[in-house]
């Protein structure tokens, strides 16, 4: 085990971030709303290319100017090298960095406040990735706390942009407004009545995206999915927000009409299942990842509809991020292997829930 | 265990998704259904590198011999390099391979012209004049959805905004 500098994340263990209480509107299918704005710096190489060198100057340059001019309030700043692999990982299965943060090696690192709701990753892809992670759908007030984050970076630090491209990130598909929104929903009566691919076909044709869990490259878990603008440039920010919000009512009203249908029809033994759920997550003594995923999908479909009164979303979702691999082994402080980790899985559930 | 797709035979295939070595996703399968599993990875969606790709291979090709031998002064980077990483190798970039990416700019966001937020450290000037521009496009496009009566309080406001151009006022 590898416990190099481990205490740099113990904070991590103690506290969920503000986005888990699900004090957010529409909480009961929008899990989160993230913006993220790729920025970078003139007169440097981006990331991919840059030296060690250079790379170091540029997070040596972001990471003074934050600490002098306190542009994240209470902020936490982590450089990756300092960190084992065990605690990179944790800071993914937190929706905090991307697993390419967490892989690559070099000058990378993460700044974040203390309710894990602003957040920074420094070379990155870009030399700056900017995030605002928020509970429910709460798209414009997200914007509104990273277009001013944004603006106070900016003051310091001098950002690479053209009057005809925008914003300048190192892929062409971030340019301009260097943001990507996404909304990441809980719809698991669209997925099991297979509606889900109608819906995504046409986010398809409007040019959005729908993604797994973890951002690019991920599939749905536990019937989890995100909802990404695949267009950045050509569009002012509030316009791709308003769009967003176009769309997402209709999806929730959807799934919110396929969920009575299900629950209405005793052929789907919906009820059934949501109660086996719940039981097997309070009394099993070891529980696989795959499981975990599907039962809090349901027991979560058995909140929100009222069924279960002893458990809360907030709970729900804390579980969803404490019961993770790298989670897990950082509570048990040691490594794990699968089967090691799917007892732990259990051990903390029933700990958790044993107070409801 | 049982397999989690048939939930009858006996799990006896395992198939873990790893992230840095770390198992995030577990399936345990019988060995039939285990046999029609397509691995996680093929399943996925398209990445965006893979459909960028795709995108800039038939109007890159065009550009190649135009552009081959262009090089940026800033970084070093090599038109023929971005082609096959994709990326950019710094800002200065955009400028020097300019001709060669356009379109490829055009075919991924339907544009090339930013119509966002502007940092206030670029000078006012830019300010105005991507403004100005803005105004423009929004004159034709009201023109050729003959909006007459709106294209004429577009064409004021541009007139307002080269005469205070002129004044040097902001």
Redesign the interface.
């Known amino acids: 085990m590898e416990n190099r500098n481990s205490v740099k994340t113990d904070v991590f263990m103690s506290q969920a971030g503000e986005w888990l209480k699900a004090a957010g509107p529409e909480n009961d299918i929008v899990i989160s709303s993230r913006i993220r704005l790729a920025r970078?710096l003139?007169g440097?190489?981006?990331t991919?290319?840059g030296s060690p060198e250079k790379l170091a100057e540029v997070e040596a340059l972001i990471s003074a100017k934050l600490e002098e001019n306190k542009i994240i309030p209470d902020m936490t700043y982590l450089k990756l090298k300092d960190l084992t692999?065990?605690e990179?990982?944790l800071l993914?299965e937190r929706h905090l960095i991307s697993?390419d943060h967490?892989?690559k090696n070099g000058s990378r690192a993460l700044a974040v406040d203390k309710n894990e709701s602003l957040s920074i990753m420094v070379n990155e892809?870009d030399h700056m990735r900017l995030q605002i992670l928020k509970s429910g759908l709460q798209l414009t007030e997200s914007w509104k706390e990273i277009?001013e984050l944004?603006?106070r970076l900016?003051?310091e630090l001098?950002?690479?942009?053209?009057?005809?491209?925008?914003?300048?990130?190192?892929?062409?598909?971030n340019?301009?407004?260097g943001?990507r929104i996404s909304v990441m929903l809980h719809l698991p009566a669209l997925t099991v009545t297979k509606q889900v691919e109608k819906v995504f076909q046409s986010l398809i044709r409007i040019k959005f995206?729908?993604?797994?869990l973890y951002g690019?490259?991920?599939?749905a878990?536990g019937d989890f999915y995100q909802i990404a603008n695949q267009?950045?440039?050509?569009?002012?920010?509030k316009d791709i927000i308003t769009e967003i919000y176009n769309i997402i009512p209709e999806i929730i009203k959807y799934e919110r009409t396929w969920r009575e249908k299900l629950l209405a029809d005793p052929t789907k033994h919906l009820e059934d299942r949501i109660w086996r759920a719940y039981g097997t997550l309070r009394y099993a003594s070891s529980i696989?990842?795959?499981e975990i995923?599907e039962f809090l999908s349901v027991i979560r479909v058995g909140i929100t509809v009222g069924l279960i009164k002893d458990m809360d979303i907030k709970t729900l979702n804390e579980i969803f991020i404490f019961s993770?691999?790298?989670h897990l082994?950082k509570m048990e402080k040691k490594t794990l292997n699968?089967g090691e980790?799917d007892i732990a899985r259990a051990k903390y559930l029933r700990k958790k829930l044993v107070s409801l | 265990m049982l397999c989690e797709k048939c939930q009858k035979k006996p799990a006896s295939v395992h198939l873990s998704h790893l992230i840095n070595n770390n198992v995030v996703q577990e399936v345990h399968l019988c060995k039939d259904c285990a046999q029609h599993v397509t691995p996680a990875n093929t399943k996925q969606s398209l990445l965006l590198p893979e459909l960028l790709a795709g995108l800039m291979e038939p109007i890159i090709g065009k550009m190649v011999k135009e552009m081959g031998g262009i090089k940026c002064p800033a970084c070093g980077m090599t038109y023929l390099e971005f082609k096959k990483l994709g990326r950019f190798g710094c800002a200065e970039d955009y400028d020097v391979f300019k001709n060669g990416i356009e379109q490829l700019i055009e075919k991924i966001h339907g544009t090339n012209q930013h119509r966002g937020k502007i940092p206030t450290h670029v000078s006012k000037t830019v300010h105005k004049e991507a403004e100005l521009k803005k105004l423009q496009q929004e004159l034709e496009q009201m023109v050729k959805e003959e909006k007459f009566e709106e294209a004429a309080q577009v064409r004021d406001k541009i007139k307002e905004y080269k005469k205070k151009k002129t004044n040097g006022k902001p």
């Open positions: 970078n003139r440097y190489p981006f991919s290319i692999q065990l990179r990982t993914v697993k967490a892989e892809e277009d944004d603006n900016e003051k001098p950002y690479a942009f053209s009057p005809q491209f925008g914003y300048l990130t190192a892929c062409p598909t340019v301009g407004t943001m995206i729908v993604r797994g690019e490259g991920t599939y878990t267009i950045s440039l050509g569009y002012a920010e696989t990842s795959q995923a993770q691999p790298a082994q699968a980790r």
